[in-house]
């Protein structure tokens, strides 16, 4: 867990010496461009459908566990994305846990990046909490993708 820490906050370190800093809120310029988005498709009849993506579950816990800007960051940008999300009457999901959706790191690319089996897991969890989607997907041909495919195969 220690080397977790430190690669962590090596990143971090890293992220604000490349000018990709973070502060307690959304960057409010992003957030009125996103709200413009959102009411740009609210107004086109579009429905949008966000989530936050997993990570290796050693380096997200471990982000959790600090108590860094970096972790401030992360839970106010939920909410603040969530209340947004809210207010076009969209939805916005939490999977960034890897053991939420039913997968592992074994199925990562990296410890920041799903494989396509990750991002199917996160379908099928969408499509759980929003009916809706099965409309455009049918959940039971991605479930047999899941069942023969290894953990990073290309589907």
Do not use: C, W
Not at 13 to 24: E, I, L, R
Not at 34 to 44: G, V
Not at 82 to 88: A, K, T
Request: charge should be negative; hydrophobic fraction near 40%.
């Amino acid at each position: 867990k220690a080397a977790i820490e430190e690669q962590v906050l090596l990143g971090l370190a890293t992220m604000s010496s490349n000018n990709h800093g973070f502060g307690a809120k959304l960057v409010p310029q992003r957030r009125v461009e996103f709200s413009k988005f959102l009411a740009l498709a609210k107004q086109r009849g579009l429905t949008v459908i966000g989530f936050v993506p997993p990570i290796a579950q050693e380096e997200r816990d471990a982000i959790f566990s600090m108590h860094t800007e970096y972790t401030e960051t992360l839970r106010s940008a939920y909410g603040e994305l969530s209340s947004l999300f809210e207010e076009y009457e969209y939805s916005l999901h939490d999977v960034s846990s890897l053991e939420g959706i039913g997968s592992s790191n074994a199925e990562l690319i990296d410890d920041g990046h799903g494989s396509e089996k990750v991002y199917v897991r996160i379908l099928l969890e969408l499509l759980r909490k929003e009916p809706s989607l099965t409309t455009y997907v049918v959940p039971r041909s991605l479930e047999s993708l899941l069942k023969s495919a290894s953990d990073v195969e290309v589907l």
